[in-house]
């Protein structure tokens, strides 16, 4: 097998085999496809590859670089088909095209669980959150007592699980292998945890919370998850304590009856089934917590190194992030198309957006497209823009977004970590004219 | 616009049988949550090697093998991670020979993918 010349067998046969064997047999030094081994990979591909002599070497061409498995679907009443990351515990990422709608409605919210998914509650409004540790009047309300006694508010607001983009990582890191999919954008209502706080009375030299949920643990040995964050953040206006989704109940995998919502911070902040804030003066120590958990070097490791996470960083603003949902990887179109009017989300943590950018020539070129302003802040931001398409055959939309500070999308993931946090490479979508 | 006022009776009529249905839906995704856990797995949906029947028995008891198939580890990552489980998670240490004969097995059959034609990353090992 090993002296085979690499045109003799399909070049989607090497790729499944051994990718990076075959992308050594396939690219030249170069980094150009070279004569016949261009023919099979635009034949294994069904189309020609318009800008294969810009395709950078190493890169596996998008629509290959799938893996071996194919994706299995949720199947679930009142959840769209979801891509299933595992069933105990229960974790499903949305598909970046079914992420087109500007409020990111509850069917197609990821469903993120470190644990088992609780019974249901009779009574929502009876449902009690207590406010306790380093205040001077701890409280015990209601949900009722909660929407009587503060003001409501209402915002879009994104919610993205930590790991998001974990499955960028090179070596793989461990967790769900996420790709873009694990965000979303719905609107929550609820009282501002900084008017809940206020009116416990916060002492001086609280710095830290620790938050608390009713679901437990896999091993059914106490709870799931329980972390906490830097009272600034809990203070921030759009930090809620939620108890309607889109103007309904939250759904049952999403939190009922109550959830806070943490945004722009690793969604595990955001607690499920939330029941319980604790005000600290040193850093919470639950479980999810402390070591690898969470947190990110500060002094980049080598990539697989073995590392206990002493000095690394708690993760608290997501880096910048964008999706492209107008249309699917794998998209066909009909021959002769030309132009192709594309549109995504971009979000970027506390931050805003300021550009996205799209390049259909692998990297060569980049075109701006337009970019809204979020409707509240913690929003995330559509954008959209037309591209050119000089020829029929294979191509690939790379996009990527720039955050407020200057700060883009990394070309690969960057400051490796074992559990996976913080990679926001550019995205790859391939489509394919006629 | 004639049928502005026909939508706004549709919106209001689904916005209330949304809320009407919740705790219905909320009750059925809790049970439909519920059977997704406890569906059995075949030992056989691991790979077929030694150790396979001592990681089906040892590892499936907080979750499924998805999260096991989906992994790609060097030996050294997996040994890291039974600490992890161990330290985190509650689980019972492995120890001695039967973690060896754990670690080995998923090392053997859920190993990195390949090292690539450079032979991984120069300043490991």
């Known amino acids: 097998m090993a002296h085979q010349n690499p045109s003799e067998r399909s070049v989607q046969e090497l790729y499944r085999d051994d990718p990076e ?37 190493g890169l596996v061409p998008a629509a290959l670089a799938q893996g071996a498995n194919q994706p299995q679907f949720l199947q679930m009443e009142g959840k769209a088909p979801l891509i299933l990351q595992g069933e105990r515990p229960l974790n499903a990422e949305t598909p970046e095209h079914l992420l ?48 009587q006694r503060f003001e409501i508010v209402t915002r879009k607001l994104q919610m993205e699980c930590g790991g998001n983009g974990r499955s960028g990582f090179s070596p793989q890191a461990a ?52 972390r906490g964050m830097r009272i600034e953040k809990a203070m921030d206006e759009d930090t809620l304590i939620c108890f309607r989704m889109n103007g309904a109940a939250i759904p049952q995998m999403h939190g009922a009856p109550a959830r806070l919502v943490v945004p722009g911070w690793p969604g595990s902040l955001s607690q499920k089934w939330f029941t319980r804030l604790e005000v600290l003066n040193k850093p919470h120590t639950g479980r ?22 002493a000095d690394f960083v708690d993760m608290e603003s997501m880096p910048v992030r964008s999706v492209l949902s107008s249309h699917a990887h794998g998209t066909r179109l009909p021959a002769g ?49 037309r591209i050119a398409l000089p020829s029929d055959g294979y191509y690939e939309i790379w996009y990527r977004a720039t955050d407020s500070n200057g700060r883009m999308q990394p070309h690969v993931a960057a400051n490796w970590n074992p559990q996976g946090y913080g990679a926001n490479p550019i995205s790859r979508v391939a489509i394919l004219i006629g | 616009m004639r049928l502005l006022p026909y939508a706004a009776v549709v919106v209001l009529l689904c916005a209330s049988a949304t809320i009407a249905q919740t705790p219905d839906l909320a009750q059925r995704q809790a049970e439909a949550a519920a059977a997704l856990a406890e569906r059995q797995e075949e030992e056989t949906v691991l790979a077929e090697g030694e150790g396979r029947s001592e990681v089906f028995g040892y590892c499936t008891a907080c979750h499924n093998t998805a999260l096991i198939r989906r992994s790609a580890f060097t030996r050294e990552r997996w040994d890291e991670l039974m600490d992890w489980m161990a330290e985190k998670h509650g689980m019972n240490p492995l120890e001695g020979e039967f973690r060896d004969t754990i670690v080995d097995y998923l090392a053997r059959h859920y190993g990195p993918l390949t090292r690539g034609p450079r032979g991984g990353n120069p300043f490991l090992n």
């Open chain 1, 21 to 57: 064997r075959a992308d050594a047999l396939v690219w030249g030094r170069r980094g150009a496809l070279q004569g016949a081994a261009l023919a099979a990979m635009g034949a294994a591909l069904g189309g020609s590859i318009p800008f294969a002599r810009n395709m950078p070497s």
């Open chain 1, 100 to 147: 087109d709608d500007p409020v990111t409605p509850a069917d197609k919210f990821f469903i993120r669980n470190n644990g088992s998914v609780p019974d249901t509650v009779a009574d929502a409004r009876a449902w009690k959150i207590r406010i306790d540790g380093e205040v001077n009047t701890p409280l015990e309300l209601t949900i009722a007592e909660l929407e």
């Open chain 1, 175 to 226: 967790g769900n292998q996420w790709g873009n999919g694990a965000i979303s954008n719905a609107e929550w209502t609820g009282v501002r945890l900084h008017d809940v706080l206020r009116a416990a009375g916060v002492k001086d030299g609280a710095k830290f919370t620790g938050q608390h949920g009713a679901d437990s643990h896999l091993s059914a040995q106490g709870p799931a998850i329980s």
């Open chain 1, 288 to 309: 999810g917590m402390g070591g690898t958990s969470y947190r990110i070097p500060v002094r980049p490791i080598v990539p697989g190194s073995r590392n206990n996470g």
């Open chain 1, 337 to 385: 198309t030309r132009s192709l009017d594309i549109r995504g989300h971009a979000w970027a943590g506390d931050l805003s957006v300021r550009d996205v950018h799209v390049s259909t020539d692998f990297g060569q070129s980049w075109q701006a497209m337009q970019v809204a302003a979020p409707p509240n802040r913690h929003a995330w931001q559509r954008w959209q823009g």
